[in-house]
């Protein structure tokens, strides 16, 4: 089974902080992403790579930046926290696009964030 | 024109009733289309999906319609459980670039009643 592991489940930062939030998956995924999901907005995509240090902008980037210097680590990073980013942050993993097309995204059990 | 427009927002159904999702969405290049189950505490977890050139796919309790002309897809759970109780959501692909995107709906929180 895959297994995409974050780092935290609850975390509680102050405005201004810079905040490091990880994630980790354990089958050779090329693909990783982070969502942060909001009651009545669903899921909306920050940012995804498809390679090792690869990134590409999702629908909400603003505000966060990314790295991944290892295949199975993706790192989501809020420069300077702010209330507006208290939320629900979701990673997830898919195989890549030379095994099959729209291969299913596993997701992590996300991590709850309170910026104070 | 990247949106997937999901309703209900909430829905509650009698154990062993059909529960309905509907979603919508304008563009036309979204070639697949994935219902993801999400259960409190956990992450969303694919639960079904289907191709534009199917118009129904089935797996168990599960199926999804999809009408192309429409550009509707809606998700059908028949004999639902209180097991089924959780938020599902729609969502739609588009595959370019380097990888596939998941545009989601904004979910729907079902309650099935013992």
Not at chain 1, 34 to 40: A, E, I, K, S
Not at chain 2, 75 to 87: E, F
Request: hydrophobic content about 35%.
């Amino acid at each position: 089974d895959v297994k995409v592991t974050q780092s935290s489940r609850y975390l509680v930062k102050r405005t201004g902080e810079k905040v490091f939030l990880e994630c980790v998956q354990d089958m050779d995924h090329e693909n990783m992403f982070w969502y942060r999901q909001d009651p009545g907005l669903g899921l909306r995509l920050i940012y995804f790579s498809y390679d090792v240090k690869m990134k590409e902008k999702g629908d909400i980037p603003e505000g966060y930046s990314v790295s991944r210097e290892k295949k199975e680590r993706f790192s989501l990073i809020l420069e300077s926290a702010s209330t507006n980013q208290t939320s629900m942050y979701l990673c997830a993993s898919s195989a890549g696009r030379r095994k099959m097309r729209n291969q299913p995204q596993h997701f992590g059990d996300g991590t709850r964030l309170s910026i104070l | 024109q990247q949106q997937v427009k999901q309703s209900p927002q909430s829905l509650i159904v009698q154990k062993g009733g059909i529960s309905i999702i509907n979603c919508a969405y304008e563009n036309t290049a979204f070639d697949y289309f994935p219902w993801y189950q999400q259960f409190p505490g956990k992450g969303p977890a694919l639960l079904i999906a289907i191709r534009p050139d199917v118009s129904e796919k089935k797996e168990g309790r599960f199926t999804i319609s999809f009408n192309k002309s429409a550009k509707q897809f809606s998700l059908h759970i028949m004999d639902s459980q209180p097991g089924d109780s959780a938020t599902y959501f729609c969502a739609a692909s588009t595959y370019g670039g380097a990888t596939n995107k998941l545009i989601f709906g904004t979910g729907t929180l079902l309650a099935v009643q013992p």
